[in-house]
T-cell receptor, first 116, second 114 residues
C-alpha cells in the first residue's frame, strides 16, 4: 500500500511561536492531501483539503490564517500552526488518496503538538 | 446530513468472540465506506472497505455487512484477539464539485480480554 510520512511525530513549543508539520507521500504522487485534527478519544475532524498548485480548501470554522497549508509539490504538503496557543495542542494527522481509483485513503503517523 | 453515526462508543469482548460495530448514514451520495483501525498515538490504518453496490465483503477475520436500503453498515471481527484492541472508525466518502472528502464516525474503542 501507499506510504504517507509525517514529521515531526511530536513537538513541544512555547505559546506564540509557529510550528510546521510536513506530510509526504513516499512512493506515490498526491495532488490532494487532507489534514485532520484529533482530540483525545475523539474522532478525526477534517480541517482542510490541500491541493497541489492551488489554495487549500478549509472546512467551516477553521481559521485560514491560523492554520497555513502549502502543497509545494506532488509529494509534500505542510501545515503551519501560526502563533500557537495551548488550545491548539492536539494530534494532527495528514492523509492522501492512493493511486488507484478505489478511494483508499492512507494516513500519516500523526503529529502530537503540545503548546506550553 | 453528512454525519456518520457510529455505535457503540466502547466495546469489551472476550478473546475468540465476535466484535460488532455499527454505522449509519443519511446521505445517499456517499459512494465508498472504509473502516479504519487506530492504535494510541498512531495514525489510522485502513482495514477493509466496501462500495454500496456490494452487500458483504470479507477479508480474513474482518467482514463488512452493508445494507443500502437501511443506510447502515457494520464491521464484524471474528475470533477477536487482544491485539485487535484499538479504536475503530467507520467512514464514508462523498464527492463534491470535482473533489471529495471523507466523513468519519465517532469511533469505537474495542478491548479484547485475554
Amino acid at each position: 500500500g501507499a506510504v504517507v510520512s509525517q514529521h515531526p511525530s511530536w513537538v513541544i513549543c512555547k505559546s506564540g511561536t509557529s510550528v510546521k508539520i510536513e506530510c509526504r507521500s513516499l512512493d506515490f504522487q498526491a495532488t490532494t492531501m487532507f489534514w485532520y485534527r484529533q482530540f483525545p478519544k475523539q474522532s478525526l475532524m477534517l480541517m482542510a483539503t490541500s491541493n497541489e498548485g492551488s489554495k487549500a480548501t478549509y472546512e467551516q470554522g477553521v481559521e485560514k490564517d491560523k492554520f497555513l497549508i502549502n502543497h509545494a509539490s506532488l509529494t509534500l504538503s505542510t501545515l503551519t500552526v501560526t502563533s500557537a496557543h495551548p488550545e491548539d495542542s492536539s494530534f494532527y494527522i495528514c492523509s492522501a488518496p492512493g493511486q488507484s481509483n478505489t478511494g483508499e485513503l492512507f494516513f500519516g503517523e500523526g503529529s502530537r503538538l503540545t503548546v506550553l | 446530513q453528512q454525519q456518520v453515526k457510529q455505535s457503540p462508543q466502547s466495546l469489551i469482548v472476550q478473546k475468540g468472540g465476535i466484535s460488532i460495530i455499527n454505522c449509519a448514514y443519511e446521505n445517499t451520495a456517499f459512494d465508498y465506506f472504509p473502516w479504519y483501525q487506530q492504535f494510541p498515538g498512531k495514525g489510522p490504518a485502513l482495514l477493509i472497505a466496501i462500495r454500496p453496490d456490494v452487500s458483504e465483503k470479507k477479508e480474513g477475520r474482518f467482514t463488512i455487512s452493508f445494507n443500502k436500503s437501511a443506510k447502515q453498515f457494520s464491521l464484524h471481527i471474528m475470533d477477536s484477539q487482544p491485539g485487535d484492541s484499538a479504536t475503530y472508525f467507520c467512514a464514508a466518502k462523498i464527492r463534491n464539485s470535482g473533489t471529495y472528502k471523507y466523513i468519519f464516525g465517532t469511533g469505537t474503542r474495542l478491548k479484547v480480554l485475554a
